[in-house]
């Protein structure tokens, strides 16, 4: 069963703008959750995280600025909305959860800390 769903890749010109949405049913107020993106031949990176309580936010540097993690708990939804976008924003782009979270915030969050992932959104800028 799909826990986490994305949407809302798809091609775009550079300097436009993209929303991406993560809908899952275990997303609750105060989970850890995450965009990470991975491009052909690079290693998957973190893009942006942040605890559902409205708290805590990380920013990878290359999107500082540029994009912006939100949530709607109430939802079960999180976005990642991306503005200014660059050709080096391509790649697909995955929603990820921590199910073992319990207030410890590592950073940069890295891949396998988190252990529930979405099947990926394409996101292309040229």
């Known amino acids: 069963h799909v826990q986490l769903v994305e949407s809302g890749g798809g091609s775009v010109q550079t300097g436009g703008s993209l929303t991406l949405t993560c809908t899952a049913s275990?997303?609750?107020?105060?989970?850890?959750v995450a965009w990470f993106r991975q491009a052909p031949g690079k290693e998957r990176g973190a893009v942006a995280a942040?605890?559902?309580?409205?708290?805590?936010?990380y920013y990878n540097g290359p999107v500082k600025g540029r994009f912006t993690i939100s949530e709607d708990s109430a939802k079960k939804t999180v976005y990642l909305q991306m503005s200014n976008l660059k050709p080096e924003d391509t790649a697909i782009y995955f929603c990820?959860?921590?199910?073992?979270?319990?207030?410890?915030?590592?950073?940069?969050?890295?891949?396998?800390?988190?252990?529930?992932w979405g099947q990926g959104t394409q996101v292309t800028v040229s």
């Open positions: 275990l997303i609750s107020y105060g989970s850890h």
């Open positions: 942040m605890i559902t309580d409205g708290g805590r936010k």
């Open positions: 990820a959860y921590n199910p073992t979270y319990g207030g410890n915030w590592y950073l940069p969050p890295r891949p396998g800390h988190f252990g529930i």
